[in-house]
Nanobody
């Protein structure tokens, strides 16, 4: 069983930056594709960004492309989401998710999820 823990959320003003982190305590998840997904109140969970196990390939949703960057440090068992130029529309609970074989942009294909971290962007 792979357990994931997110951190780094918070309340910021528009155009600020945040960096989210996702760790798998006690378990290496270097062989898992890992993604960040988010869910705003009243909306479905949506794909944000993902990377394959090596970090050599990444995907982004159109809404965050050019502003967010996903990266991973397998030596530290950590995946990051650097979020720049935040907008109020980015406000949501952000989830880290992973799986060994996954269609990166499909939230329904991830088998392991963290509890989420709240990001709120004020205008």
């Amino acid at each position: 069983q792979l357990q994931l823990e997110e951190s780094g959320g918070g309340l910021v003003q528009a155009v600020a930056s945040l960096r989210l982190s996702c760790v798998a305590p006690g378990r290496a998840f270097s062989r898992y594709a890992t993604g960040w997904l988010r869910q705003a109140p009243g909306k479905e969970r949506e794909f944000v960004a993902a990377t394959v196990w090596s970090g050599g390939y990444t995907e982004y949703s159109d809404s965050v492309k050019g502003r967010f960057t996903i990266s991973r440090d397998n030596a530290k068992n950590t995946v990051y989401l650097q979020m720049n130029s935040l907008e109020p529309e980015d406000s949501a609970v952000y989830y880290c998710a992973a799986d060994s074989a996954v269609v990166l942009s499909d939230p329904g294909k991830y088998g392991y999820w963290g509890q989420g971290t709240q990001v709120t962007v004020s205008s």
